[in-house]
């Protein structure tokens, strides 16, 4: 799970409505996901920043040709074909109103957002987070956090930490963001290997943390 740089902002229409609720510190908007005018633009800027890939588990989850600039005018996403798979997620469900709350909280909240595998945002559901592994966090940093099995394609917390930070990374790892589902260990595997015997130009657009290790120890 590579670090993501959010601050390359392309809907900027949204993020100028965001701005509004939270210069003057007022709930925002209640969440309510495609029917929000905005919710197109939010996820193909997030799908900018995050290179076409789920946040968590890497997938890919739309072409890149979807995601170039010339897909934005005058601040807000044009192409209105469906262009990418997963769904709008927050970080941290406690910052999103629950249908009961007459307002809403921080639902639009563009620090809290990424897109993620539909299948990895039902498993994380309302789960607490830790925000040691969240990828846009200021410390937020893969390669002094993460290690990663090159048998097993398992992504474990670095040894190197201290045992408390190392239990809160493999909590995260393994019950929250899902990046260790068998059915994603066999999807990394599948892929390396398959980089390994072939040439890696047409493989290495998923899963570009797992490369990076895999590389590193091959080096060594």
């Known amino acids: 799970m590579k ?3 959010k601050t390359q902002i392309l809907s900027t229409k949204y993020k100028e409505w965001e701005n509004k609720f939270e210069k003057s510190n007022e709930p925002h908007q209640k969440y309510n996901s495609t029917a ?5 633009d939010v996820v193909m800027n997030l799908l900018f920043c995050q290179k076409g890939l789920c946040a968590y588990t890497e997938v890919q989850l739309c072409p890149q040709d979807a995601i170039i600039r010339t897909k934005w005018n005058d601040g807000l996403y044009k192409d209105l074909d ?3 798979n997963g769904e709008l997620e927050h970080f ?18 563009w620090s809290n957002f990424f897109v993620v595998d539909s299948d990895t945002n039902n498993r994380k559901g309302t ?9 846009d966090g200021a410390d937020y940093n893969e390669l002094e956090l ?4 090159t048998d097993t394609h398992i992504f474990v917390a670095n ?12 909590y995260m790892l ?5 990046i260790n589902f068998p059915n994603l260990i066999d999807k990394r595997k599948n892929t390396i290997m398959k980089a390994i015997e072939f040439g890696t130009e047409c493989y290495e657009i998923e899963f570009p943390t797992a490369f990076k290790f895999y590389n590193r120890k091959l080096k060594r």
Do not use: C
């Open 92 to 109: 941290d469900e406690t910052l999103k109103s629950k249908r009961k709350d007459k307002k809403g909280k921080k639902d639009w909240l």
């Open 36 to 40: 929000n005018k905005y919710y197109r």
């Open 82 to 84: 469906k262009s990418f």
């Open 146 to 149: 993460l290690d990663y099995n």
């Open 174 to 178: 393994n019950e929250v963001l899902g």
């Open 159 to 170: 040894l190197s930490l201290p045992e408390e930070k190392r239990d809160k990374i493999n």
């Open 3 to 5: 670090k993501i740089n």
């Open 127 to 135: 789960k607490k987070v830790d925000y040691i592994l969240k990828p």
